[in-house]
């Protein structure tokens, strides 16, 4: 690879891939985008359902560093406490932090659209939706892509980025090099997740406290909901796949039904459907990924969760990916555009941090299904008496 690049493909135009290209786009650098959906903002992909997630510090220092924060504020919720709800339906509030310091609930789809609008009002950036990666020749960075499940389209760049998500086709092809040492895994937890939906009122008013992350703590499984700006709730069920209490064992609609009776009482009647939507949604399984290296020739490199796929619990997974982007654009000015020193340096200065949140995300399962509703408790002990 020349140390100078002309053409950058990035695979993948998610949350991650999308602001990567705004990023080399404005660094001067040619950039095709792959993505192998259709794109969403013309099609129903997400067939009107609202999902957030949780944009921190590190995912809005990299808006930021875009000049887009702001327009997606216009849009977040700000949260500014958890909100831990018992079985008995009480109620304890735990602040975030001081100041009025929040974590902010964003719709997953919309942050992506603003991403892909951005994208494109690049000159330098070409979007091919419906394009799926199927192979990549690592020693010339040519890489074929199916359009409609079969017809091929060949692609050569001076440089491919894996923006790919959890379950990454650069990953997988870096792994079937032969003499590359590549050391990878993917380690799936016991518990799987459904979202829910907990509807705005008839006024439009959000039905639980807005401004907050509310947490039904059950100690193996637990509720969360995190507020949209329609007034509505998404919830997540995150429970075992298997087990005593689990997906797998409440099988019929009475079980289900006292399932959330029993443990979910002050939700369920805000709740839209819960029984009928846990029977029919498949659980999606949790995993996280690690990998080493993220590169091969300095010329592929991962990025987002194609490099550190995590699991939820931590809200970190998005905000993570967005400051790889963000320090990887920074390293192309500290090292003046010479490739070569900017991978190795990326990999270097992300690979341990990933790490870090990977395992501090997994920790952080027991700490909202458990820990907090103990936390709850005493802290409502200590109010009593005083
Ligand atoms: P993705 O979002 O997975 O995007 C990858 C893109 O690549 C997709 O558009 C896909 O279609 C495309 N693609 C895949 N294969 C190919 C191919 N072969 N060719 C071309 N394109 C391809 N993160 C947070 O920061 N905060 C949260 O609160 C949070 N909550 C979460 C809750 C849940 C239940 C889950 C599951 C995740 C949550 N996350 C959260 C994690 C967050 O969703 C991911 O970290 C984030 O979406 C990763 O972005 P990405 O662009 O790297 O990957």
């Not at 709800?85 to 609930?105: F, R, V």
């Not at 799926?132 to 040519?142: G, K, Y």
């Not at 919830?235 to 289900?256: K, P, R, W, Y």
Request: with cysteine; aromatic share 8%; net charge negative.
């Amino acid at each position: 690879m020349s140390e100078q690049l002309a053409k950058i493909a990035i695979n993948g135009a998610g949350p991650v891939g999308a602001l990567l290209a705004v990023m080399l786009a404005k660094k001067g650098y040619s950039i095709d985008l792959f993505e192998s959906r259709p794109d969403s903002r013309k099609t129903n992909i997400y067939q009107g359902k609202s999902i957030n997630l949780a944009l921190s510090d590190r995912g809005w220092k990299a808006l930021q560093a875009i000049g887009i924060d702001e327009q997606i504020r216009q849009q977040a919720i700000p949260m500014y406490c958890r909100i831990m709800h018992d079985e008995q339906g009480q109620l304890t509030k735990l602040p975030y932090g001081k100041d009025n310091q929040a974590i902010w609930s964003v719709s997953r789809s919309g942050i992506n659209e603003q991403l892909i609008d951005l994208a494109e009002q690049e000159q330098k950036v070409d979007i091919h939706f419906d394009h799926r990666l199927n192979q990549l020749n690592f020693e010339d960075n040519t890489a074929v892509y199916l359009t409609d499940g079969h017809h091929q389209v060949i692609h050569q760049s001076d440089l491919v980025i894996g923006a790919d998500g959890a379950f990454s086709k650069v990953r997988r092809l870096m792994q079937e090099l032969p003499k590359e040492r590549i050391s990878y895994s993917l380690e799936y937890m016991p518990q799987s997740y459904i979202e829910l939906t907990i509807a705005a009122s008839e006024d439009g008013s959000h039905k639980l406290e807005k401004n907050a992350l509310h947490i039904w703590p059950r100690k193996d499984f637990m509720l969360i909901a995190l507020p949209n700006v329609d007034g509505s709730f998404t919830c997540t069920l995150f429970m075992n796949h298997q087990g005593e209490i689990s997906f797998s064992s409440l099988t019929d609609a009475q079980q289900v039904d006292a399932f959330f009776q029993r443990y979910f009482s002050d939700a369920m009647p805000m709740l839209e459907d819960p029984v009928n939507d846990f029977l029919s949604k498949s659980a999606s399984p949790l995993c996280l990924v690690h990998i080493y290296p993220w590169l091969v020739n300095n010329s592929v490199a991962l990025i987002g969760d194609a490099a550190h796929a995590m699991v939820p619990f931590y809200g970190q997974g998005m905000n993570c990916g967005f400051e790889d982007c963000r320090i990887l654009a920074e390293l192309v000015e500290l090292h003046d555009h010479q490739w070569p020193k900017i991978l190795d340096a990326y990999q270097e200065e992300r690979k341990d941090n990933c790490d870090a949140i990977i395992e501090l995300a997994k920790r952080n399962f027991v700490e909202m299904s458990d820990l907090s509703g103990e936390a709850s408790f005493l802290l409502r002990k200590k109010i009593e008496a005083k």
